[in-house]
């Protein structure tokens, strides 16, 4: 494969020295988790989303499961979601016990804000709002429609650190905004990592407790909590790779604009962008109705992709138990079927960006 879908060593090693030294201080400083680092990170992270309150967790998932354990989120309730989303989404609900309904996505790939309030009942609680491949989601009507029936807002945020909706930042719109920092996110550590933010002080107080064994002073345990602390050393990386996101995130926005003046073949569908949303392009998502000959034919071409997602969440083997079938959510089965990412990461050269649109012109 000459050009991967994604790499991750070419941004390490344009800030090698960086990294390199905040790694040592950490490891010099003899303290590795839950200290100087992490409360930093902690604070500028907050002050990036444009929120009062961040807490560092261990992972993308814990974010989610600890949000909605924190809302008291739990057996009976339901928790809106789209149907195409990484199946982490749907699992922070069901690990609390809690019923995913599913709503299908637009042609943005985002929660289709028209199909939502068919699905509220008395039971619903919560939507989780999924910014997924790295568009804000249309957050007017979904903050709109969590006022109007009092419903929690969550959203994840795992793919779109930096995009904003109407001039604001995705997570802060709702009561909590959960971020990954899994490595191949756009603020990806060196390991697994996540953070919560809030505007709300219990919320903040409460997570603080939660990832730490329910512990706020050693040894005296207010709940029963979780292990879901960010390391130190992570917590120093990624405040080394936050300085560079505006950097970061336009690079991804240039590949975009290059590949979307550039690619022209009536067989593939080219991701849009909707009024009042950016995209930070997490991942360049194309679709094409024979999608796995496209695929192939790039991989023939040395060019790598993959399908995000290949099997939606709701026909998961795991999701056996809620009943669904194939046919229950079309339009989230057809992109299942025929979505295509592009390689999208920082440090691509632009001759190899050249390299995968004219290998996608070519194929007929
Ligand atoms: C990556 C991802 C997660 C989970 O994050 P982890 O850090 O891997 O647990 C959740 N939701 C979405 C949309 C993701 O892309």
């Known amino acids: 494969m000459k050009i991967p879908q994604n790499r991750l060593d070419r941004e390490f090693y344009r800030h090698q020295k960086e990294y390199e030294r905040k790694a040592l201080e950490v490891l010099r400083s003899g303290w590795y988790v839950l200290g100087g680092e992490v409360k930093a990170f902690e604070e500028e992270f907050a002050a990036f989303v444009g929120?009062?309150?961040?807490v560092g967790l261990a992972s993308g998932l814990d974010a989610l499961w600890m949000s909605f354990r924190a809302l008291g989120v739990k057996e009976g309730d339901e928790v809106i979601v789209q149907g195409n989303t990484y199946i982490a989404s749907v699992m922070g609900i069901t690990m609390n016990g809690a019923?995913?309904?599913?709503?299908?996505?637009n042609s943005y790939y985002n929660m289709d804000v028209d199909k939502i309030e068919e699905r509220i009942t008395k039971r619903t609680k919560a939507i989780l709002v999924v910014h997924l491949y790295g568009q804000a989601a249309k957050m007017d009507k979904i903050v709109?429609?969590?006022k109007k029936y009092q419903l929690f807002l969550v959203e994840d945020c795992a793919q779109s650190h930096g995009a904003s909706f109407q001039g604001r930042m995705t997570g802060s719109f709702g009561e909590i905004g959960c971020f990954s920092f899994y490595p191949s996110k756009n603020i990806g550590g060196f390991g697994d990592g996540g953070a919560i933010v809030t505007n709300?002080?219990?919320?903040?107080?409460?997570?603080?407790?939660?990832?730490?064994?329910?512990?706020?002073?050693?040894?005296?345990?207010?709940m029963v909590g979780t292990n879901s602390r960010l390391d130190e050393i992570q917590a120093g990386l990624l405040r080394v790779k936050l300085c560079h996101e505006k950097e970061l995130t336009k690079?991804?926005?240039?590949?975009a604009r290059m590949y979307l003046t550039g690619i022209c073949n009536e067989s593939i569908l080219l991701p849009e962008i909707e009024k009042g949303a950016t995209s930070v392009w997490h991942q360049f998502v194309v679709r094409c109705k024979r999608r796995d000959e496209l695929q192939k034919y790039l991989e023939k071409n040395g060019i790598g992709t993959i399908i995000h997602y290949p099997i939606p969440p709701h026909l998961a083997e795991a999701y056996e138990y809620l009943g669904f079938g194939e046919g229950d959510l079309p339009?989230?089965?057809?992109?299942g079927k025929e979505?295509?990412?592009l390689p999208m990461f920082s440090g691509m050269h632009t001759k190899e960006v050249e390299e995968v649109i004219e290998a996608c012109n070519r194929f007929s």
């Open 144 to 146: 709109e429609l969590c």
């Open 251 to 255: 690079e991804r926005q240039d590949i």
């Open 331 to 335: 339009v989230t089965e057809e992109y």
């Open 200 to 222: 709300v002080e219990s919320i903040y107080k409460e997570m603080r407790i939660m990832r730490n064994y329910g512990s706020e002073k050693r040894y005296y345990n207010k």
């Open 99 to 105: 019923k995913p309904v599913f709503v299908e996505p």
């Open 339 to 341: 979505v295509l990412s």
């Open 51 to 54: 929120t009062k309150y961040c």
